[in-house]
Nanobody, 123 residues
Framework: QEQPVESGGGFVQTGGSLRLSCQASARTFSFDSMAWFRQAPGKEREFVGA????????YYIGAVTGRFIISRDNAVNTMYLQMNNLKPEDTAVYFC????????????????WGQGTQVTVSS
């Protein structure tokens, strides 16, 4: 199964913005939901947020609510993560993932993973 491909990571100062992209195969993009995760150095991978196939359902963890926006363009099989007002604690490798199945967005067993893109926020 093809892996999604993340891009758009980089180095930014506190308060800055970045937009990540996740391009997937048509098959993967047809799954019931896609999600963003992140993993900071020395920490476990953390769920950030997810979006349903039609974009009608979106969920964020509290730490990013009001700062991050997840969207998708089904015409080009791409999901986005707009990150605003970035903080040093947002520094991590960001991964996109997908799952074909239902249930609470935060609790689905996401099982298709990209390689990740590094985001570094300086203080």
């Amino acid at each position: 199964q093809e892996q999604p491909v993340e891009s758009g990571g980089g180095f930014v100062q506190t308060g800055g913005s970045l937009r990540l992209s996740c391009q997937a195969s048509a098959r993967t993009f047809s799954f019931d939901s896609m999600a963003w995760f992140r993993q900071a150095p020395g920490k476990e991978r953390e769920f950030v947020g997810a979006i349903t196939r039609d974009g009608s359902g979106i969920y964020y963890i509290g730490a990013v609510t009001g700062r991050f926006i997840i969207s998708r363009d089904n015409a080009v099989n791409t999901m986005y993560l707009q990150m605003n007002n970035l903080k040093p604690e947002d520094t991590a490798v960001y991964f996109c993932s997908a799952h074909n199945g239902l249930g609470p967005l935060a609790g689905r067993p996401y099982d298709v993973w990209g390689q990740g893109t590094q985001v570094t926020v300086s203080s």
